[in-house]
């Protein structure tokens, strides 16, 4: 019986091992705005550019002068282990009202996973995460993702280098018409298909085999 335990211990080790492997892996839609059409608006034929675009960590930071979109989870050895929301900043100022949009953003890069992007009208204004600006404020971060989920569509890593076109749901054509005449922010998150464990999970995980090996010990001893 004694010759069972190193087996069972190697397959604990294992267990503890993959999931760190896992987190270590990079799965994010990423981009950089020019702000003369590679993203917008399009509402009943009529396109709208974004004027402004950014990121937010999920420790609230966001660094001044970084026009970059990127939302999912980009690792240690590319952006230290975070989580990121994206946003695009809207002025609707001619808009009067809206039957059918879509969303086209550019996807520069689709890193690993295939899974859902997908964008969230806010309550934000413009002027709220103003991209020439330093943050370090939480509550953005989550604001972003607050909001109806105006739309999503799922892509893949091949989808990379191309212009992906959300279509807006009934939600999103009621956020529209509640921003008519004014600025608005679109926000932004991806899911891969591979979700990253959060740390806590993991703590969990080695705890609870620590406590089963050690029962396993007690009846083989």
Not at 24 to 40: I, L, T, V
Request: charged fraction near 10%; proline fraction near 5%.
């Amino acid at each position: 019986m004694r010759k069972l335990l190193p087996g069972l211990l190697a397959v604990a080790l294992l267990v503890c091992v993959i999931p760190g492997a896992q987190a270590q892996q990079d799965s994010f839609f990423a981009g950089a705005s020019s702000f003369d059409g590679s993203n917008n608006l399009n509402v009943d034929g009529n396109q709208y550019f974004n004027t402004d675009s950014g990121w937010f960590r999920n420790d609230g930071i966001h660094n001044a002068g970084n026009t970059n979109y990127i939302t999912g989870y980009c690792g240690p050895n590319d952006c230290g282990g975070f989580y990121y929301h994206g946003y695009f900043s809207f002025d609707l100022g001619r808009l009067t009202g809206a039957d059918t949009a879509s969303f086209n953003v550019y996807s520069y890069l689709i890193q690993f996973d295939p899974g859902t992007y997908s964008i969230y009208g806010t309550s934000l204004s413009p002027s709220q995460v103003d991209s020439s600006l330093d943050y370090s404020d939480v509550t953005l971060y989550s604001a972003l993702v607050s909001g109806p989920m105006i739309g999503s569509i799922f892509v893949t890593p091949s989808d990379s280098y191309s212009t992906v076109t959300v279509d807006l749901n009934a939600a999103g054509i009621a956020w529209l018409n509640a921003h008519a005449g004014e600025g608005a922010v679109i926000g932004a998150d991806f899911n891969g298909t591979s979700p990253v464990p959060e740390p806590g999970s993991l703590a969990l995980l080695g705890t609870g085999l620590v406590g089963v090996m050690g029962l396993v010990r007690r009846k083989l001893l």
